[in-house]
């Protein structure tokens, strides 16, 4: 069972894939974004000079879809101003510059007994640290644990699949702690007061899927959670598809997972609920994998919410060879940076620096017909032609070819032989429609 | 659609080490350049240029065949018919102060597709003439490599066709020794020297048409002509490509070779070529089934072979794996390409049997080449979570 379309891309997941995870120094200074997640941005609620804690609240959640912001380090508030950041060119930062002691968060003589725990004790714990997609969405996952009662839930979709070229923090985060992941999905079954969870991976990550397996055996739950090797290609991960792939059951046009009874978790959300839920973690820290062919010693490392790439990259040894891209996230739907200052955030599941010889730099070529980009598509469109009206401004042809229904996973771009950016193509007929309605 | 960025350099990584020449003054000047763009950020790799080519080389054994059988002659129709498609599309691209982009392969291909497409004995600039119209009228006119609503080389194969008719269907290669037809026509028996020439001179195809005639009027069985076409050695003949035909439509078994290759490099797939090579088969067997020969039943070994005949004989290998396979003037989707394939097919065998020519290949595909922008129109793929019935 698979989705169609779809495409292969180079994995390139070698480069780190065997690399176990080791902590990034504690950066100096933190500059922390509000705007780290879908909705509106958090109120800071610290001011210039105070001294705060390690995990303390510094922005206020403001309004339902929001989320909170802690510091990552202990230390003294210096500045709150505008500095870039991966989704605007310059965003509201608290900066905090380290001193002082840290507190001992996650020491698991610290973990409390969530069995006992209220649903909506456990919400609560899930919205207090601040938690959001970590897949790169970002959306609150307190928001998503709680579906309108119009919409019964009765499925949890793990997605494990990471089919983002390059980046391997989940697959090491599954091989490294399958008894953790297990954990916060039942502590999420709990909240969404379901028994069936699946647990979506890949086929190429072998370790990840046998750890997660034995795991379950070892716990008896066999019958609650259960394990799915997915065929490798790109977007296996994508909501839509995955449900596909595990239910083959389709989400509405343009409607969410929710519509069709399914919650979809990313792993390393999952390992956040977890730390929230059981030592009342807040999110300032997460893994990441930093790595590109460039990179000197590429890695899955753990950083604090807040750490500029220049910080990291000074970290662990620096690059051997100038960058011309720096992407927050992976190759095929990372944003492209602008600046080396720009901090990690929630949502940053990786870090690639890719060299001259590897980003595409040559103009893009009138549209040859060859339909690649037809079979690709994983949502069905048919791609050339939203682009050839978007470049000949034919607006009015747009709404024919449904360019909401894009996923806007680039795997067109990706096939096109004339190297026509479809997918931006798709991108701006969305925002023209919009704008124009 | 790629912004370029300047930003002032501090990128954690020792400078002097991997450039010697900066000093330490120099490096905090020196300014990086980060390119930002939408993503995805990574590329497929082929490119328009790596897939003409790749077609190219993929109608090199079929090329080197044709050249081996016909002589020098041909390898001069095929020089020239590239070089001027070539030429015509630089010299255009030059004037039009166009972005010259004869390095992609296209203009060659087009001349490479066109040469295979006329008759050896054809004079050299013929060739050169319908390249030009291939590449000037046909492709540059139309907007350029992608914009061609007709296949090029077919349109230029048209236009000869109307323009040197004569050239276009007699110039078949003249076997000095034995080749098929001739020891298969000598063993019928008495012939008149004309009525000899007239039916192994011609293109199999050619000789199916016009040697019931010629064989009623010397009230010879037509048997014997089926006889013929059924024997061992007329098929091992289609498939190496020792008999008369254009350039390159010889050796079915090269160009099966080519689009081995083509396929296996993904770069056509099966749905064009499988339907109209299948479409002619089944039309071939029903239609001999039907039509009073001796010898036809209804699907029995004889309409099995006439079908197989058809489908190796002509240009319909050619044709259909490197022809109408073009991306520019076929349909985008995999069930428009199934349309057009059954669509090429069925016109292919109506031309072949009850047309003006005895060969239809190229006028099927130029016909559903016209159709493509409907087909698409009512072929779009089911978006994804909307329901099977819109």
Same mark, same amino acid.
């Given at each position: 069972m698979s989705f169609r379309g779809g495409i292969h891309p180079p994995e390139m997941k070698d480069l780190t894939k065997d690399k176990e995870f080791s902590n990034l120094p504690v950066p100096h200074t933190c500059y922390i974004?509000?705007?780290?997640?879908?909705g509106k941005p958090a109120k800071p609620v610290v001011e210039v000079g105070d001294t705060i804690l390690? *995990?303390? +609240?510094?922005g206020a959640t403001d309004g339902f879809i929001s989320s909170n912001v802690h510091s990552s380090?202990? *230390?003294?508030?210096i500045e709150i101003g505008t500095y870039p950041t991966v989704y605007t060119p310059l965003g509201q930062c608290v900066v905090i510059e380290a001193e002082g002691s840290f507190s001992n968060?996650?020491?698991?003589?610290?973990?409390?007994?969530?069995? /006992?725990?209220?649903k909506d004790e456990l919400l609560n714990r899930i919205r207090e640290a601040g938690i959001? *997609?970590?897949? *790169?969405?970002?959306?609150p996952t307190s928001v998503k644990l /709680?579906?309108?009662?119009?919409k019964p839930i009765d499925t949890l979709i793990l997605n494990?699949?990471?089919?983002?070229?390059?980046?391997?923090v989940d697959d090491m985060l599954m091989k490294t702690f399958p008894r953790h992941i297990l954990e916060g999905v039942l502590i999420t079954l709990k909240i969404l007061e379901i028994d069936k969870a699946y647990i979506g991976i890949e086929k190429n990550k072998p370790g990840a899927i046998a750890a997660l397996k034995q795991e379950i055996t070892a716990l008896n739950l066999n019958s609650t959670i259960e394990v799915k090797a997915l065929? /490798?290609?790109?977007?296996?991960?994508a909501e839509k598809q995955l449900i596909k792939s595990i239910m083959n059951k389709e989400v509405p046009?343009?409607? +969410?997972p929710m519509d069709i009874g399914a919650v979809i978790q990313n792993v390393s959300t999952i390992y956040a609920i977890r730390e929230a839920v059981l030592y009342?973690?807040?999110?300032?820290d997460r893994y990441i994998t930093v790595t590109g062919?460039?990179?000197k010693n590429p890695g899955n490392y753990k950083v604090r919410i807040g750490t500029r790439i220049s910080d990291i990259l000074a970290d662990i040894g620096g690059l051997t060879e100038d960058p011309a891209k720096i992407i927050?996230?992976?190759?095929?739907c990372g944003t492209s940076i602008d600046s080396i200052d720009v901090p990690i955030v929630k949502g940053t599941n990786g870090v690639l620096f890719l060299s001259a010889k590897e980003v595409n730099m040559e103009p893009y070529k009138p549209c040859?017909?060859?339909?690649r980009c037809v079979a690709a598509c994983p949502a069905g469109l048919i791609p050339c032609e939203l682009g050839n009206a978007v470049e000949m401004d034919r607006?009015? +042809?747009?709404k024919e070819f449904q360019?909401?229904?894009?996923?806007?996973?680039g795997s067109c771009s990706f096939v096109c032989p004339s190297r026509r950016p479809l997918s931006h193509f798709i991108k701006v007929a969305q925002q023209v429609s919009r704008s124009r309605k | 659609m790629t912004f370029i960025y300047i930003f002032p350099g501090s990128?954690?990584?020792?400078k002097e080490k991997t450039n010697?020449?900066?000093t330490k003054e120099e490096k905090s000047a020196e300014d990086i350049a980060l390119i930002l763009s939408n993503p995805p950020h990574i590329k497929g790799g082929q490119t328009i240029k790596s897939i003409m080519w790749l077609v190219v080389l993929a109608l090199v054994p079929a090329t080197v065949n044709s050249i081996l059988i016909y002589g020098l002659k041909a390898a001069i129709v095929i020089l020239t018919a590239v070089i001027s498609a070539v030429l015509a599309e630089l010299v255009y691209q030059l004037i039009m102060k166009?972005?010259?982009? @004869?390095?992609?392969?296209s203009a060659a291909l087009t001349g490479l597709l066109l040469a295979m497409n006329? $008759?050896?004995?054809?004079?050299?600039w013929v060739a050169g003439i319908g390249s030009i119209f291939s590449v000037i009228i046909v492709k540059q006119l139309f907007g350029g490599l992608g914009y061609n609503i007709f296949n090029p080389a077919l349109a230029g194969r048209a236009f000869l066709m109307a323009s040197w008719p004569v050239y276009m269907t007699t110039k078949w290669h003249r076997f000095t020794d034995t080749n098929v037809l001739s020891e298969g026509v000598a063993n019928i028996?008495?012939?008149?020297q004309n009525a000899f020439d007239a039916i192994t001179s011609a293109t199999p195809l050619g000789a199916l048409r016009e040697a019931p005639k010629i064989l009623s009027d010397l009230s010879?069985? $037509?048997?014997s002509l089926y006889d013929l076409i059924f024997s061992p050695h007329m098929y091992k003949t289609l498939l190496?490509?020792?008999?008369?035909?254009?350039i390159g439509e010889t050796s079915a078994l090269l160009l099966l070779l080519g689009a081995l290759f083509l396929f296996y490099k993904r770069i056509i797939t099966w749905h064009i070529p499988l339907s109209f090579i299948g479409t002619v088969a089944a039309f071939m067997l029903f239609y001999y089934s039907v039509k009073? @020969?001796?010898?036809?039943?209804?699907?029995?070994y004889f309409t099995l072979k006439m079908s197989l005949f058809h489908v190796l004989s002509g240009g319909i290998i050619l044709g259909a794996f490197f022809m109408a396979t073009d991306m520019v003037t076929s349909p985008v989707t995999h069930r428009g390409m199934i349309i057009f394939g059954i669509g090429c097919g069925l016109i292919t065998s109506v031309i072949r049997i009850?047309?003006?020519?005895?060969?239809g290949v190229s006028y099927s595909i130029l016909l559903m080449n016209a159709v493509v922008p409907l087909i698409d129109r009512y072929t779009k793929p089911r978006v994804f979570g909307t329901s099977l019935i819109d």
């Amino acid at each position: 069972m698979s989705f169609r379309g779809g495409i292969h891309p180079p994995e390139m997941k070698d480069l780190t894939k065997d690399k176990e995870f080791s902590n990034l120094p504690v950066p100096h200074t933190c500059y922390i974004p509000m705007q780290q997640h879908i909705g509106k941005p958090a109120k800071p609620v610290v001011e210039v000079g105070d001294t705060i804690l390690e *995990g303390q +609240l510094i922005g206020a959640t403001d309004g339902f879809i929001s989320s909170n912001v802690h510091s990552s380090v202990p *230390g003294k508030v210096i500045e709150i101003g505008t500095y870039p950041t991966v989704y605007t060119p310059l965003g509201q930062c608290v900066v905090i510059e380290a001193e002082g002691s840290f507190s001992n968060y996650a020491l698991p003589e610290k973990a409390e007994n969530w069995d /006992t725990l209220e649903k909506d004790e456990l919400l609560n714990r899930i919205r207090e640290a601040g938690i959001v *997609g970590l897949g *790169g969405a970002a959306f609150p996952t307190s928001v998503k644990l /709680t579906p309108p009662g119009t919409k019964p839930i009765d499925t949890l979709i793990l997605n494990g699949s990471e089919c983002e070229p390059y980046i391997t923090v989940d697959d090491m985060l599954m091989k490294t702690f399958p008894r953790h992941i297990l954990e916060g999905v039942l502590i999420t079954l709990k909240i969404l007061e379901i028994d069936k969870a699946y647990i979506g991976i890949e086929k190429n990550k072998p370790g990840a899927i046998a750890a997660l397996k034995q795991e379950i055996t070892a716990l008896n739950l066999n019958s609650t959670i259960e394990v799915k090797a997915l065929k /490798t290609k790109y977007p296996q991960g994508a909501e839509k598809q995955l449900i596909k792939s595990i239910m083959n059951k389709e989400v509405p046009s343009r409607g +969410l997972p929710m519509d069709i009874g399914a919650v979809i978790q990313n792993v390393s959300t999952i390992y956040a609920i977890r730390e929230a839920v059981l030592y009342r973690k807040p999110l300032f820290d997460r893994y990441i994998t930093v790595t590109g062919s460039i990179v000197k010693n590429p890695g899955n490392y753990k950083v604090r919410i807040g750490t500029r790439i220049s910080d990291i990259l000074a970290d662990i040894g620096g690059l051997t060879e100038d960058p011309a891209k720096i992407i927050m996230g992976g190759p095929m739907c990372g944003t492209s940076i602008d600046s080396i200052d720009v901090p990690i955030v929630k949502g940053t599941n990786g870090v690639l620096f890719l060299s001259a010889k590897e980003v595409n730099m040559e103009p893009y070529k009138p549209c040859i017909r060859c339909g690649r980009c037809v079979a690709a598509c994983p949502a069905g469109l048919i791609p050339c032609e939203l682009g050839n009206a978007v470049e000949m401004d034919r607006f009015d +042809l747009v709404k024919e070819f449904q360019p909401f229904d894009c996923i806007m996973c680039g795997s067109c771009s990706f096939v096109c032989p004339s190297r026509r950016p479809l997918s931006h193509f798709i991108k701006v007929a969305q925002q023209v429609s919009r704008s124009r309605k | 659609m790629t912004f370029i960025y300047i930003f002032p350099g501090s990128i954690g990584m020792d400078k002097e080490k991997t450039n010697p020449d900066i000093t330490k003054e120099e490096k905090s000047a020196e300014d990086i350049a980060l390119i930002l763009s939408n993503p995805p950020h990574i590329k497929g790799g082929q490119t328009i240029k790596s897939i003409m080519w790749l077609v190219v080389l993929a109608l090199v054994p079929a090329t080197v065949n044709s050249i081996l059988i016909y002589g020098l002659k041909a390898a001069i129709v095929i020089l020239t018919a590239v070089i001027s498609a070539v030429l015509a599309e630089l010299v255009y691209q030059l004037i039009m102060k166009k972005p010259i982009a @004869v390095g992609d392969g296209s203009a060659a291909l087009t001349g490479l597709l066109l040469a295979m497409n006329i $008759p050896p004995d054809a004079p050299f600039w013929v060739a050169g003439i319908g390249s030009i119209f291939s590449v000037i009228i046909v492709k540059q006119l139309f907007g350029g490599l992608g914009y061609n609503i007709f296949n090029p080389a077919l349109a230029g194969r048209a236009f000869l066709m109307a323009s040197w008719p004569v050239y276009m269907t007699t110039k078949w290669h003249r076997f000095t020794d034995t080749n098929v037809l001739s020891e298969g026509v000598a063993n019928i028996g008495r012939i008149p020297q004309n009525a000899f020439d007239a039916i192994t001179s011609a293109t199999p195809l050619g000789a199916l048409r016009e040697a019931p005639k010629i064989l009623s009027d010397l009230s010879a069985s $037509p048997q014997s002509l089926y006889d013929l076409i059924f024997s061992p050695h007329m098929y091992k003949t289609l498939l190496w490509g020792n008999i008369g035909g254009c350039i390159g439509e010889t050796s079915a078994l090269l160009l099966l070779l080519g689009a081995l290759f083509l396929f296996y490099k993904r770069i056509i797939t099966w749905h064009i070529p499988l339907s109209f090579i299948g479409t002619v088969a089944a039309f071939m067997l029903f239609y001999y089934s039907v039509k009073d @020969v001796p010898g036809s039943n209804f699907i029995n070994y004889f309409t099995l072979k006439m079908s197989l005949f058809h489908v190796l004989s002509g240009g319909i290998i050619l044709g259909a794996f490197f022809m109408a396979t073009d991306m520019v003037t076929s349909p985008v989707t995999h069930r428009g390409m199934i349309i057009f394939g059954i669509g090429c097919g069925l016109i292919t065998s109506v031309i072949r049997i009850w047309g003006g020519y005895p060969e239809g290949v190229s006028y099927s595909i130029l016909l559903m080449n016209a159709v493509v922008p409907l087909i698409d129109r009512y072929t779009k793929p089911r978006v994804f979570g909307t329901s099977l019935i819109d």
